[in-house]
């Protein structure tokens, strides 16, 4: 089955403990993308990867790291989390990142609630 | 800035009638790309409608269309015989020929009566 897998699906943790959401697809896409969705504010892109060993920043990336060694694989990583990341967060991916991203649709993840105290 | 519009937090409709769900945008750009996505309380984000901004053929999907008003930044959503499942928050979103990021709304709660 085609799918992104996100995991853990919930985490709690405590200020400062570093921490790694893995996300991974089965579709061959090259684009993937992380967000995270906070009541009133809807979605916003964290990084997104066009391709292996190609990422970039999206609206906010402070706080967050990402690597994208494998085609299939998009870490998200928190070095240092602390209680304002505490967040609902998505990895999306889509088929091709040399085009548009609106050409292709993206496919979205089950989400990671993550909650730091 | 970039920016989409929900102007309606929470809309409710008896099943079976017919709801509109508004949504504008803000971009000097002519080539981009909308979306309507749904996402139920499983929490999962579904890709209800898409609509191609050169394409002035409003984009249909069964009971979901829209109204897709360039000029105007205008882009709402249809949804036609509401059923039970499509309570939802849906979100609008844009994304630009010449960008990969996608710019979303804050979303609208749908709630459907039986």
New interface residues.
């Given amino acids: 089955e085609a799918q992104v897998t996100q995991n853990p699906r919930y985490l709690i943790t405590v200020t400062g403990k570093k921490l790694t959401v893995t996300c991974s697809q089965n579709m061959n896409h090259e684009y993937m993308s992380w967000y995270r969705q906070d009541p009133g504010l809807g979605l916003r892109q964290i990084y997104y990867s066009m391709n292996v060993e190609a990422t970039d920043k999206g609206d906010v990336p402070e706080g967050y790291k990402v690597s994208r060694k494998e085609k299939r694989n998009f870490p998200l990583i928190l070095e240092s989390p602390s209680p304002n990341q505490t967040s609902l967060y998505f990895c999306a991916s889509s088929l091709s990142g040399r085009r548009a991203l609106g050409y292709n649709e993206q496919f979205f993840g089950p989400g990671t609630r993550l909650t730091v105290l | 800035a970039q920016t989409?519009t929900q102007s309606q937090p929470e809309m409710s409709v008896q099943e079976a009638e017919t709801v509109t769900l508004s949504c504008t945008y803000d971009t000097s750009e002519s080539?981009?790309?909308?979306?309507w996505y749904k996402q139920p309380p499983?929490?999962?984000?579904i890709?209800v409608i898409?609509q191609?901004a050169y394409k002035q053929q409003n984009a249909t999907e069964n009971r979901f269309s829209v109204n897709f008003q360039k000029a105007a930044k205008s882009f709402s959503l249809k949804i036609s015989d509401s059923q039970l499942g499509d309570a939802a928050m849906y979100?609008c979103?844009?994304?630009?020929?010449?960008?990969?990021?996608?710019i979303?709304?804050?979303?609208t709660k749908l709630i459907i009566k039986p």
Wanted: without cysteine; charged residues 20%; negative net charge.
């Fill in positions: 989409v080539d981009y790309y909308l979306f499983s929490r999962q984000m890709l898409r191609e979100f979103a844009y994304s630009l020929d010449s960008n990969y990021q996608l979303w709304g804050a979303g």
